[in-house]
T-cell receptor, first 113, second 114 residues
Framework: DTGVSQDPRHKITKRGQNVTFRCDPI?????LYWYRQTLGQGPEFLTY????????KSRLLSDRFSAERPKGSFSTLEIQRTEQGDSAMYLC???????????FGPGTRLTVL | GQQVMQIPQYQHVQEGEDFTTYCNSS?????IQWYKQRPGGHPVFLIQ?????EVKKQKRLTFQFGEAKKNSSLHITATQTTDVGTYFC??????????????FGKGTKLSVIP
């Protein structure tokens, strides 16, 4: 396991459709984070998991967004009824319980038409 | 909520010139992290500072944390084309009950003219 992986790398969808992204963290990392990044901005925190428990969720996160990490390994981020404003790069990161460094995946670029 | 302001937004330098980006907070920070994101890439962790007045060096990069822990800077000596990218400062906040949240600045985009 050489790093955090995300799938798909690119997703184009029509407004109103549902999309799901997957993140596979570094295998021994029990902390997992989702971020959203738009052009010219820094990553914006969405949610945080420690093992399978979702411990933090951004107040800015719409109810259309849901994330899971059912077995404490991979995680999924689902966006329901997508809107054009959801177009962004969705980044996943992981870290170990002993470390503060976050390792980012390559991201999933979402385009909502 | 607490915000981390980063300046400048853009910086164009001639190769060999120095570069500095600054990160400022209105309140005291428990820590500051720096990340680099290459064009088309993802953020890569550079360093974390936690102590008042702390200075750390990584080859041509020098990181500082202010005495009041409200500001930080990243200085690159003699820039190279490989330094191109966006540099972000970020603050790791512990929210209680084992919860963590990383808040990023808007970044400084560095262009290096060969």
């Amino acid at each position: 396991d050489t790093g955090v992986s995300q799938d798909p790398r690119h997703k184009i969808t029509k407004r109103g459709q549902n999309v799901t992204f997957r993140c596979d963290p570094i295998s021994e990392h029990n902390r997992l984070y989702w971020y959203r990044q738009t052009l010219g901005q820094g990553p914006e925190f969405l949610t945080y998991f420690q093992n399978e428990a979702q411990l933090e969720k951004s107040r800015l996160l719409s109810d259309r967004f849901s994330a899971e990490r059912p077995k404490g390994s991979f995680s999924t981020l689902e966006i329901q009824r997508t809107e054009q404003g959801d177009s962004a790069m969705y980044l996943c990161a992981s870290s170990s319980v002993l470390g503060y460094e976050q390792f980012f995946g390559p991201g999933t670029r979402l385009t909502v038409l | 909520g607490q915000q981390v302001m980063q300046i400048p937004q853009y910086q164009h330098v001639q190769e060999g010139e120095d570069f500095t980006t600054y990160c400022n907070s209105s309140t005291t920070l428990s820590n500051i992290q720096w990340y680099k994101q290459r064009p088309g890439g993802h953020p890569v962790f550079l360093i974390q500072l936690v102590k008042s007045g702390e200075v750390k060096k990584q080859k041509r990069l020098t990181f500082q944390f202010g005495e009041a822990k409200k500001n930080s800077s990243l200085h690159i000596t003699a820039t190279q084309t490989t330094d191109v990218g966006t540099y972000f400062c970020a603050w790791l906040q512990y929210s209680g009950a084992g919860s963590y949240q990383l808040t990023f600045g808007k970044g400084t985009k560095l262009s290096v003219i060969p």
